[in-house]
């Protein structure tokens, strides 16, 4: 089942990421408040345009792939909300590692 999201298609070098949820309890239960959650670095790739061009017109084509898991920069990205969730427009350039299984 493909969601609706998957059909936004970013132009160029962008890539479409949704950023992992940070635990709010802990194993045992307890809540933990929200200035102690800190900012969520990772997350998952969901979309990639195709690729910039260089000074030839060549395409030079992104370096992660559908369903990557990477590292993000603290800042930067752009935040849009679709169906009432939240997703992150990067930059190829910016996703800083992709997590390996």
């Keep these: 089942?493909?969601?609706a999201i998957q059909k936004l298609?970013?132009?160029?070098?962008?890539v479409i990421i949704e950023?992992?949820?940070p635990e709010t309890t802990t194993k045992g239960g307890v809540l933990l408040?929200?200035?102690?959650?800190?900012?969520v670095l990772k997350g998952t790739?969901?979309?990639?345009?195709?690729?910039?061009?260089?000074?030839?017109?060549?395409v030079i084509p992104v370096s992660v792939k559908?369903?990557?898991?990477?590292?993000?920069?603290e800042y930067g990205g752009t935040k849009i909300?679709?169906?009432?969730k939240d997703y992150h427009i990067y930059r190829d350039s910016e996703?800083?590692?992709i997590f390996s299984e």
């Design 1 to 3: 089942m493909a969601s």
């Design 9 to 14: 298609r970013p132009l160029l070098d962008r």
């Design 19 to 21: 950023k992992f949820m």
């Design 33 to 39: 408040p929200e200035q102690s959650l800190g900012k």
């Design 45 to 58: 790739v969901i979309s990639t345009g195709p690729g910039s061009r260089d000074n030839n017109g060549n």
């Design 66 to 73: 559908e369903g990557d898991e990477v590292l993000l920069p």
């Design 81 to 84: 909300t679709f169906e009432d």
């Design 95 to 97: 996703i800083m590692a």
